[in-house]
């Protein structure tokens, strides 16, 4: 079985550089650091009030990067158009609106197909590979792969809060999900409040795993750790 790509997510990194108006940490560094220290990929989501990464932010790493990027975001024209031109390795698209602190929902792909038929479509034909941000409902999986999406990426937060509430068996209904997905012919990604606690149960539990992407407290471990030892740890839960 291949090896569970990690996506580093560096919208935190932003965010910290926007604090000051200057260019302190340099993204561009951070993620080829990053990727020295081990990640396959880095992941932003630019939001449009540009409050972490930014609509340039894309534009750099996607020249400078040897590894996948991976952009989430609405689907809006604005956003649309930005894929179009960067085409980044893979567009991963949440429903959350443009206000949201974080993605707080997966897609709905029954109720919004057409839109969303439409929007893949147009993602595919700029040659960026589709993934669309669900939860574990095996309805929207089905209707994701009529949709015509090449991934899907599940939404971890509630399995994150009932593991850290003690109860490990809420990787169930995702190690479902992840099968039929696979079993329909879509890849599988996964993320949101993955940590160092709780990735190496949800990995080994869930197949068919493509990739995960994790920021949020892959960066909060990094102030204690470094980026490098944090890296190599996140790796590891991989791996086992
Ligand atoms: N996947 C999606 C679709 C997200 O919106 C986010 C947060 O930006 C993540 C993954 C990463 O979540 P976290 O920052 O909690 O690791």
């Not at 020295?36 to 540009?50: K, M, S, V, Y």
């Not at 996607?62 to 689907?75: C, D, F, I, R, T």
């Not at 009529?146 to 399995?159: F, M, S």
């Not at 994150?160 to 109860?167: F, I, L, R, S, V």
Request: charged share 25%; hydrophobic share 40%.
């Amino acid at each position: 079985m291949s090896e569970i790509q990690l996506s580093v997510n560096l919208n935190k990194v932003a965010l910290i550089r926007n604090s000051r108006g200057r260019n302190l940490p340099d993204l561009e560094k951070v993620a080829q650091d990053a990727v020295a220290f081990g990640a396959d990929g880095i992941t932003l989501h630019p939001r449009p009030d540009e409050r972490h990464a930014k609509k340039a932010d894309i534009y750099t790493l996607k020249h400078s990067l040897q590894v996948e990027l991976n952009v989430e975001g609405y689907p809006s024209e604005e956003f649309l158009r930005m894929i179009e031109k960067v085409k980044p390795a893979q567009c991963t698209l949440v429903p959350d609106p443009p206000e949201a602190l974080t993605s707080n929902a997966g897609w709905d792909t029954l109720k919004n197909k057409y839109l969303l038929l439409d929007i893949i479509q147009r993602i595919q034909s700029a040659g960026v590979r589709a993934s669309i941000f669900v939860e574990t409902n095996l309805d929207h999986i089905e209707a994701a792969r009529e949709i015509g999406t090449d991934r899907i990426e599940l939404y971890t937060e509630a399995y994150a809060t009932e593991y850290a509430n003690g109860n490990p068996d809420a990787v169930a209904p995702y190690a479902r999900s992840a099968a039929f997905a696979h079993e329909l012919g879509l890849g599988v990604n996964a993320g949101h409040d993955l940590n160092l606690d709780n990735l190496a149960h949800f990995a080994k539990e869930v197949p068919n795993l493509a990739e995960v992407s994790i920021g949020h407290a892959l960066v909060c471990d990094a102030l204690y750790y470094g980026l490098e030892t944090t890296i190599k740890r996140y790796k590891e839960c991989l791996a086992n």
